[in-house]
């Protein structure tokens, strides 16, 4: 028995969340799995209903669930209240509140997908690496921070990178099990030649490293290891790193991939609870045109069954399914070729709930 709190969020949210929980309650029921789940609101739509972006009910049922699952929040409309209690702040909160230090993010490019990257198909085709990134550390929570004025009246601008040990074994043994259920290769990024608290970095995880003998594990600086993303990507498995390097790597290999509508992620707690929620935003732009890809939704649903829930067999049989119908030509406009036929967000997600019909059916 395990209860979800579903975070449609705002813009495209509700309308691949629909999606994301008809494939849900597929598998629920296919595999009885005794799922519950149940609905609130964060981001735009909590401020439209409680003048806040994480109000009391949100807080109280995401603290009590076993995981979260959320669409994406923001948009134009609330663009001009007030900074502290805009849609996003709501995003930060409930991962402070959560205590969601690892962010895992996947970029899987799906060979029948190859054309959407920029890069050569023959450089990024199967392409498959897990980037697990520190998400409340580092220079972004740093102390001091802030903008002073020196004593010849120029302003200067400061932050602080910092990392203690156990912030970094704990995210080191995240990706040091990930590493295991993978092909147990594993990466740590780090600027060690110029930064101490990346050389700690580097010791700390390497210390770590020697209860996972099974895990080989090599140390990249970041510049290089920016560039072995775009000139060899598939030799990496899985890619740790601190906070800031972590927000730029992962979007860099997200975009080798071609679609950010295709790419789910998970930010985890020290108990393995976690928000699970697609990488891209809210996407006001083609909001309640029936044109979004709610496919990074559905396989956000795959990642929550695997890391947190733990039932493998339902993860893999969404991301089967998910292969099937991108086998079959289904795209929608976000990942189709020039003169491709296109589909819409529902009937995407009806072929996807189709397609693990056709596998059962199969048995
Ligand atoms: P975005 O990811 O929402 O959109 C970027 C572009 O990608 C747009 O052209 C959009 O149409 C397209 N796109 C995004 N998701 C798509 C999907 N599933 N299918 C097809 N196309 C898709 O980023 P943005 O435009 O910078 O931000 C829009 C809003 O989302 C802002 O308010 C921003 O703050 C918010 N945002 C929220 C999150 C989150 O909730 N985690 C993350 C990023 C941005």
Redesign the pocket.
Known sequence: MAHIVILP?D??GPE?MAQAVAVLDEVNTRFALGITHEQHVLGGAAIDAYGLPYPEPTQKAVRTADAVLLG????PRWDHIERSIRP?RG?LAIRADLGLFANLRPAILYPQLAGASTLKPEVVSGLDILIVRELTGGIYFGQPRGVRTLENGERQGYNTDVYSESEIRRIARVAFEMARLRQGRLLSVDKANVLEVTELWKEVVSEVGRDYPEVSLTHMYVDNAAMQLVRAPRQFDVIVTGNLFGDILSDEAAMLTGS??MLPSASLDERGKGLY??C???????AGKDV??PL?TILSVAMMLRYTLRQEQAARAIEQAVGQVLDRGLR?A?IAEAGQATVGTRAMGQAVVAALREQAAAL
């Open positions: 969020g813009g495209i691949i994406a929040v923001g948009g996003e995003l950010i509508g929620e697609p891209h935003g809210s996407a006001p732009d083609i979004a890809n990074a929608t976000d």
